[in-house]
Nanobody, 124 residues
Framework: QVQLVESGGGLVQAGGSLRLSCAAS???????MGWFRQAPGKEREFVAA????????DYADSVKGRFTISRDNAKNAVYLQMNSLKPEDTAVYYC??????????????????WGQGTQVTVSS
């Protein structure tokens, strides 16, 4: 069993930066880790994912070049550095963990564990 707790959300102006953190109990090294987001009235969407040892990453086209996912398995933590934020990035951001092989990281149905989410609001 893994429990995930996100932090670092908040209100920021367009063009600004935020760094989200995800703390995991029970260890992260066995899991592919991902970030998803859900805006009001919209479906949850994939943002980024990182392989177990951090050697592979994947990003949604909408955040490529602006967001960076990283992990520190010694600290049981995953991070999402978000730069050049836009109003359309406003959403609740969720951390998730999955035990599947790399290749299914974009599908939220593949994830076994989810955090409670952290709100990110980008003002124009």
């Amino acid at each position: 069993q893994v429990q995930l707790v996100e932090s670092g959300g908040g209100l920021v102006q367009a063009g600004g930066s935020l760094r989200l953190s995800c703390a995991a109990s029970g260890g992260t090294s066995r899991y592919v880790m991902g970030w998803f987001r859900q805006a009001p009235g919209k479906e949850r969407e994939f943002v980024a994912a990182i392989s177990r040892r951090g050697g592979s990453t994947d990003y949604a086209d909408s955040v490529k070049g602006r967001f960076t996912i990283s992990r520190d398995n010694a600290k049981n933590a995953v991070y999402l550095q978000m730069n050049s934020l836009k109003p359309e990035d406003t959403a609740v951001y969720y951390c998730a963990a999955q035990s599947q092989s790399w290749g299914t990281q974009m599908a939220d149905t593949r994830y076994d564990y989810w955090g409670q989410g952290t709100q990110v609001t980008v003002s124009s």
